[in-house]
């Protein structure tokens, strides 16, 4: 079992920023990538940041310049900075974790709103 506590999420308005959160824990055995995917209403599940336990990032191009990922590698938590926030950055945020056994999980969701 791996659960995941995730938090930040809310209503902004564009502009603004949030910072989101997340804790793994449980059945996870060794983590290589943690990250956040975001899904909007009608799209598909897509990758916003990673971030490996040697700390390459990866950022989708729609958020690069705009949000920055961390992570605490003893801790097993990642954050997502998120500035200058647009209305297309309206989802639900989803953590994420890759084992170095390749075996993938995802939290539960944060919704992320941004509107005027």
């Known amino acids: 079992q791996v659960q995941f506590v995730e938090s930040g999420g809310g209503l902004v308005q564009p502009g603004g920023s949030l910072r989101l959160s997340c804790a793994a824990s449980?059945?996870?055995?060794?983590?290589?990538?943690m990250g956040w995917y975001r899904q909007a209403p009608g799209k598909q599940r897509e990758l916003v940041a990673t971030?490996?336990?040697?700390?390459?990032?990866n950022y989708a191009d729609s958020v690069k310049g705009r949000f920055t990922i961390s992570r605490d590698n003893a801790k097993n938590t990642v954050d997502l900075q998120m500035n200058s926030l647009k209305p297309e950055d309206t989802a639900v945020y989803y953590c994420y974790v890759r084992t170095t056994t390749m075996s993938r999980y995802w939290g539960q969701g944060t919704q992320v709103t941004v509107s005027s």
């Open positions: 971030i490996t336990n040697g700390g390459n990032t």
């Open positions: 449980g059945s996870i055995g060794s983590i290589f990538t």
